[in-house]
């Protein structure tokens, strides 16, 4: 019987509706695997003789852990001990529990003795199972065991044990077989390349797996639910696609930390407990369901597919799949939509190693800036304002475009390139350039000093090899973006390497600067490469398209030619450069927005479906941009994060923000910039915040407003706007409404050459009356100094425990202590005297690629495993140099270095030279300060100091109060979890 093996199958079976049918089948060995669904049961063992055939074993797993003493303290600290694992057959309806080794001495189930957990559930289902080692790989049938679960990582290392974890921890490092690997990205998967270099998603084991007398040799496959919706835990997933789990709350989340007590005192809850995890592969069932009644909605039945187990593939499967329909591609004809999409990946970019062509690869991110980095703590009526649907309404009128782009790109290893500049591009080809079908990547020569500042344009430092970029799925394994893996991305006022410019780019180069500025940069900016699909091979039907595409006919020549001049070489190449824009709003954004309108999200029978096309919709810019998706394009991805920057830089500007995050700003209602009788210009607008000419514009409230004010309703802040001597009160409602509308009405009047303003709609988050700024992107907003959130980068918002020193013991002193909350709290109170930080202990889970380097550090002698928690000691850095601007890259290496060698001998930076009689910091002063210098172009901050004319600086420093402190505790943990830890100072 089976269950069935399609998705119309699915539909027909109701599984959001049945229940899991118990049956007495001893056998659970499936012939067929299709779409996460098992058919043709193996009835008798009998069957699975032949050595040539492969057989499924599909079943959940799940374990319960807990941390026997602690790190610092306890001489039986461990960083994790196993207590049951929990295994359940798919066609059961109870999972069972099985007690680890590790737990024996308290074991009330029957006890894990084979090595792997899998084998002795089966044993207590009844059925003849042992299981042994044998690196000969035997002729045998294959048996592959699909584990399905929620985080599987933490999973990873207690199924098995002894020998058999052995091998699981051998192929995640990648001991013995580089082909095969088991990693955790955004998800946990296994990984063979085989013959022609095909990805297979399994590792085979050097085991041999007995069942009733016949004997296999086994592979593990991994289907790890945990990225699959972009839910952030099990129960949210469960209860998004409606699967029943009663026991999840049995526990609070302190008592989890225990789970051995709970094991002990109160064994029905946690078995109830530990079986409610075993439903990942019915909840996987269910988002199925869900899955096709998304694409049957979406009129893409046609090209029915299974979801991925991440967001990000599935909704890229959702547009191939609308592309293939309006191009007519055939549902099995993937080879035809990759020859159409190809020439604008990422991935094909890459593979341009020694070209220029490798830095188009890469699409750079929204705007991340500290506008006002002296301001630190701000009273008056604050506004948080974001950029409505930013990366979805810049989708909707950008084309995707199929075919091969033009790429003007030079030979990276040679010294001899000959760079148009702007200008010079510009006359050529400006007559080519399709507004939102091209890009280029500028920079200034390499000596040349902008005399006219910009903030408009990034900065990217790549790294050392471009062609190795790291990938979205990479990112998930670091803690840092390093030079190793993106480079540097930063704004440098008098300097420009591979900046990203557009069409808006040339909008404000015509409209926003001045004459003198246009000039410079028109004849300064060197082209380092670009990319474009060029007006005149536009096409504007599919069948068009493809028929120029059938039967274009070209060639390639390269033709040396030795004359007086010398030798040279010209390389022509005639490639096939049609090409179709799709309008990616036709081709799916506006239906993912009208089909989730269908359904009520106030509706609990339809909710569900609001927050999967609401999910999907969020999802389709992240697919054009990612570095790995087919259907990904760099040319569209950089012209939508552009647009997004240009909207955030008028916004930015025209309010006088003070920081701007990506697709908004928080700025101060009554202190806006309005124009005056003079032009507005770029320049002008360059660093408002400091004392210069502000000729060009004057700062007043918003709205033509004379006074704007908050006051307090209902725990909420509502505005009194007095204007021609009346004030009128408006509700937080009414306030927002006011702003959103008067905002937007502010940018098109300063910028009305900027077509973004007339694109974008604007929304408030929230009006608040207060808000303290640190770094690029740190903030602590309150209403009636009551603080509703904080964020700082780095820093978990979880609480920690801080340690000091008693003596020459180590105590603890606090149990929960927030350290960015406290520092900004701290800052809002009284910036000029801020008390410095505290050691405390920050625990993340380990994942593969830091086991990986972890293992190697410590010559393999580590405790740690993935999937543990593992503990850093860490101080809070007060100082940061993320929120200046610096002029050129030179100055901001010269002042990195400073800072980094600072930290590395007295384990703080400038904070020793800003202290306090009483040992706290003047952080205001600090700001200040260094503001100053780094716009006046000083190297480094030592350059200000008398004492380093002479070379006695070092008579000037100072330990941090808490550094002998950290080092005790570091080296606590280190020999406490056998591993020396990456000191990796926590600064920006």
Not at 43 to 67: A, G, M
Not at 365 to 394: E, F, H, M, Q, W
Not at 695 to 701: G, H, L, W
Not at 732 to 743: D, G, H, L
Request: hydrophobic share 35%; with cysteine; aromatic share 12%.
């Amino acid at each position: 019987m089976g269950i069935d093996t399609t998705l119309q199958g699915l539909k027909k079976s109701e599984i959001s509706r049945s229940k899991i049918v118990k049956t007495n089948s001893i056998i659970p060995l499936y012939w067929s695997f299709n779409n996460y669904l098992y058919s043709n049961r193996v009835r008798d063992i009998s069957e699975c003789r032949n050595p040539e055939s492969v057989f499924y074993l599909p079943i959940e797993v799940d374990t319960e852990y807990y941390q026997p003493g602690h790190p610092i303290t306890s001489s039986e600290y461990q960083p994790s001990k196993t207590l049951t694992v929990q295994h359940r057959l798919i066609h059961e309806q109870d999972a069972d529990i099985l007690s680890h080794p590790d737990s024996a001495d308290i074991a009330r189930h029957t006890l894990m003795t084979s090595g792997f957990s899998v084998c002795d559930y089966l044993r207590l289902k009844g059925i003849d199972c042992s299981i042994a080692r044998d690196i000969t790989k035997p002729p045998l049938p294959i048996l592959r065991i699909d584990l399905y679960g929620y985080f599987l990582l933490a999973e990873l290392y207690r199924f098995t044990t002894d020998e058999f974890l052995q091998d699981i921890d051998d192929i995640v490092l990648q001991k013995h077989d580089k082909k095969s690997s088991i990693v955790q990205g955004r998800r946990l998967h296994a990984s063979t390349e085989v013959m022609g270099g095909k990805q297979e998603p399994w590792v085979e084991l050097p085991w041999v797996m007995t069942i009733n007398g016949q004997s296999f040799r086994v592979r593990l496959s991994f289907y790890d639910v945990s990225a699959m919706t972009g839910c952030k835990g099990y129960k949210e997933l469960c209860n998004l696609v409606g699967q029943d789990i009663p026991f999840k709350d049995n526990f609070t989340k302190e008592e989890k930390e225990r789970m051995d007590v709970a094991y002990i005192k109160r064994p029905v809850d946690y078995d109830n407990y530990a079986k409610g995890d075993c439903y990942s592969y019915c909840a996987l069932l269910k988002y199925c369901q869900m899955y096709y009644q998304v694409q049957k909605d979406l009129g893409l039945v046609k090209y029915l597919s299974a979801p991925r187990l991440t967001v990000g593939s599935t909704v890229k499967d959702l547009i191939a799949s609308a592309v293939k329909i309006k191009m007519n591609i055939p549902f099995e004809n993937n080879r035809q939509l990759k020859e159409y999409l190809k020439y604008g990946t990422s991935r094909y970019l890459r593979e341009n190693k020694t070209s220029s062509a490798v830095l188009l690869a890469k699409v750079d991110g929204g705007r991340c800036l500290n506008n006002r980095p002296t301001d630190v703590s701000v009273k008056g009526a604050l506004c948080d304002i974001d950029i409505k649907g930013c990366y979805g309404s810049a989708l909707k009128n950008l084309p995707l475009p199929l075919g091969r782009p033009v790429l003007i790109e030079y030979d990276l290893r040679s010294k001899e390139n000959c760079f148009q500049t702007l200008r010079q591009f510009l006359k050529k080809f400006k007559k080519e350039l399709v507004p939102g079908a091209w890009f280029a990547r500028v920079s200034t020569a390499d000596k040349y000093i902008l005399k006219y500042p910009q903030d408009f344009l990034i900065s990217w430092i790549p790294p050392k090899n471009p062609a190795s970029l790291a990938t979205d799925t990479d990112y998930q394994e670091l803690d840092f973006w390093t030079d190793d893996n993106i480079g540097l991305i930063k704004q440098f006022s008098n300097q420009v390497k591979l900046g990203v410019i557009n069409s808006h780019f040339l909008e404000w180069l015509e409209t926003c600067c001045s004459a003198p500025q246009r000039k410079e940069l028109l004849d300064n900016l060197l082209i380092d490469c670009a990319l474009y699909y060029p007006a005149s091979e536009r096409v504007s039907t599919p069948e068009e398209f493809v028929e120029k595409v059938a039967n274009f006919k070209g060639g390639n020549w390269c033709i040396p030619v030795h004359d007086k001049k010398g030798t040279r070489v010209i390389k022509i190449t005639k490639e096939c450069h049609t090409w179709l824009g799709l309008e990616l709003g036709d081709l799916i954004i506006n239906q993912l927005l009208e089909e989730r309108s269908k359904y009520d999200k106030k509706n609990p029978l339809e909710k569900a479906y609001n927050d999967l096309f609401k999910l999907y919709t969020n999802t389709v810019y992240g697919d054009f941009v990612a570095p790995y998706f087919d259907i990904g394009n760099v040319c569209t991805g950089n012209n939508i994060t552009a647009m997004a920057r240009t909207m955030a830089w008028c916004m930015e500007k025209g309010f006088h923000g003070f920081q701007t995050i990506t697709d908004g700003c928080m700025f101060d209602l009554g202190r806006v910039i309005h124009k005056t009788d003079r032009r507005l210009t770029a320049l002008g607008l360059f660093e408002a915040y400091s004392p210069k000419d502000k000729s060009q514009f004057r700062f007043r409230p918003l709205g033509g407003a004379d006074e704007i004010s908050p006051y307090v309703e209902d725990g909420r802040l509502g505005l009194k706007v007095s204007q021609n001597g009346e004030t009128k009160s408006l509700t937080n409602k009414e306030a927002k409404e006011w702003i959103e509308y008067e905002a937007i009405e502010h940018l098109k009047n300063l910028f009305p050459g900027l077509s973004v303003v007339n694109h974008y709609i604007l929304e408030v988050k929230e009006i608040y009356d207060s808000c303290v700024y640190h770094g690029s992107a740190n903030y602590l907003p309150s209403i009636v100094n009551t603080f509703l959130i904080h964020k700082m980068r780095s820093y978990q918002n979880k609480p920690s425990e801080v340690w000091d020193l008693e003596g020459e013991q180590l105590i603890k002193v606090l149990e929960d202590y927030y350290p960015a909350l406290e520092f900004l709290t701290l800052l809002s109170k009284d910036p000029t005297r801020v008390s410095r930080g505290k050691t405390y202990l920050q625990s993340k889970i380990l994942k593969t690629a830091q086991y990986v380097k972890l293992y190697s550090s410590s010559h393999g002698e580590t405790k740690l495993f993935p999937g543990c928690n593992y503990y850093e000691g860490r101080l809070l850095r007060e100082a940061t140099l993320s929120q200046f601007k610096f002029r050129t890259f030179e100055q901001w290496q010269s002042w990195e270095r400073e800072f980094k060698k600072l930290l590395d001998e007295t384990g703080q930076t400038y904070e020793q030279f800003f202290l306090n009689k009483d040992g706290t910091l003047n952080y205001k002063k600090l700001s200040k300060t260094l503001d100053e210098l780094i716009r006046k172009g000083y190297q480094r901050f030592s350059e200000s100091r008398k004492a380093s004319k002479n070379r006695n600086l070092h008579r000037e420093y100072s330990l941090h109060p808490q550094a002998i402190v950290l080092s005790k505790v570091k080296d606590k943990l280190a020999q406490a979890q056998n591993y020396q830890a990456e000191d990796k100072p926590n600064y920006e």
